[in-house]
């Protein structure tokens, strides 16, 4: 399990690093995979997670790294659908901030209920919910940042397509991403979190 996790995901980063779009765009976009994967190596003994955890971080991953290789306005499958559908923009960027609230809420739900933060755990889904909302702000006043510093150079790690609201798009998409994480998990994710102690 543990050698197919690294294989596809080296296999994508090496993918991703080979001519992308440009290497400062790709720099900023995958460097959170690449963080991710020593936050997770540094914890695998001391804190190893469910396989959910795993696996959706890997595709988290992978839509990082994709989007570091062509940016996330010009990723051309969503090229596709923006010519099909009639899209003004391409919606790659859309799918990377919903899986910025999916993916964290498994985590942030895993750590919350195994370290029982909380004494009541109907509070689990509220502070989770709020937990992947401050990590899309902080996100967006990263991307804000990077903006005012490097100027022009910035504008394909931004993706917002001419967008005035795309901030705010962002941040509800990683909300939204965040709740249905909850809805459509709770109960897998409760049967795998069983191995770890009696939740």
């Not at 910025?100 to 502070?127: M, N, S, Y």
Request: glycine share 8%; hydrophobic share 55%; net charge positive.
């Amino acid at each position: 399990m543990v050698g197919l996790w690294l294989a596809i995901w080296f296999g994508v980063f090496v993918w991703s690093a080979v001519s992308p779009h440009d290497y400062f765009t790709w720099a900023l976009e995958v460097a959170p995979a690449v963080l991710g994967l020593l936050v997770l190596w540094a914890t695998r003994r001391s804190f190893p997670l469910t396989r959910l955890a795993y696996a959706l971080v890997l595709v988290h991953c992978i839509i990082l790294m994709v989007g570091g290789h062509y940016t996330y306005a010009e990723v051309p499958l969503f090229e596709s659908f923006k010519d099909l559908f009639g899209f003004t923009r391409n919606h790659y960027d859309r799918l990377g901030h919903l899986a910025q609230g999916f993916v964290p809420a498994v985590i942030a739900r895993e750590v919350l209920l195994r370290r029982r933060v909380l004494a009541k755990r109907h509070w689990v889904g509220f502070l989770v919910v709020c937990i992947c909302l401050a990590l899309s702000a902080s996100y967006e006043l990263i991307e804000w940042a990077v903006a005012v510093t490097s100027g022009a150079a910035a504008d394909a790690f931004l993706g917002a397509q001419g967008d005035l609201w795309d901030t705010q798009s962002d941040m509800a998409l990683a909300g939204l991403g965040a709740i249905l994480s909850l809805l459509i998990c709770r109960r897998f994710h409760d049967r795998q979190l069983r191995k770890f102690s009696s939740l």
